[in-house]
Nanobody, 132 residues
Framework: QVQLAESGGGLVQAGGSLRPSCAASAPMAHTFRTSALGWFRQAPGNEREFLADINWSGISRYYADSVEGRFTISRDNAKKTVHLQMNSLKPEDTAVYYC??????????????????????WGQGTQVTVSS
């Protein structure tokens, strides 16, 4: 039962841009407007890494230091989609990118900030490859 589905990954040269998107389907689509959302990535041999999150209204956003200033998370509650604009891409950004949703309107804070365990719904991932 797929509840989140990513698209928009691909191959890009270093310095380029990509904008992966994620669309929600039932049953998460019914609670999308009250769900905080996040983006993560995982490279081979590495743990899943937090990138960015956004609260239900889109006003509050938080970024990992590794992507601050290069990546921008946004959401469209009417279309039930979340996006990750990625600029100035580097070869070390190569990974599978995942979107995730919470059964809560706000993102986790404090010691739980950025923790994959705080998210209830996951997409299947989309591959992003940055060539040097």
């Amino acid at each position: 039962q797929v509840q989140l589905a990513e698209s928009g990954g691909g191959l890009v040269q270093a310095g380029g841009s990509l904008r992966p998107s994620c669309a929600a389907s039932a049953p998460m689509a019914h609670t999308f407007r009250t769900s905080a959302l996040g983006w993560f990535r995982q490279a081979p041999g590495n743990e899943r890494e937090f990138l960015a999150d956004i609260n239900w209204s889109g006003i509050s956003r938080y970024y990992a230091d590794s992507v601050e200033g290069r990546f921008t998370i946004s959401r469209d509650n009417a279309k039930k989609t979340v996006h990750l604009q990625m600029n100035s891409l580097k070869p070390e950004d190569t990974a599978v990118y995942y979107c995730a949703g919470r059964r809560a309107p706000v993102s986790p804070v404090g010691p739980e900030a950025g923790s994959p365990g705080q998210y209830d719904y996951w997409g299947q991932g989309t591959q992003v490859t940055v060539s040097s």
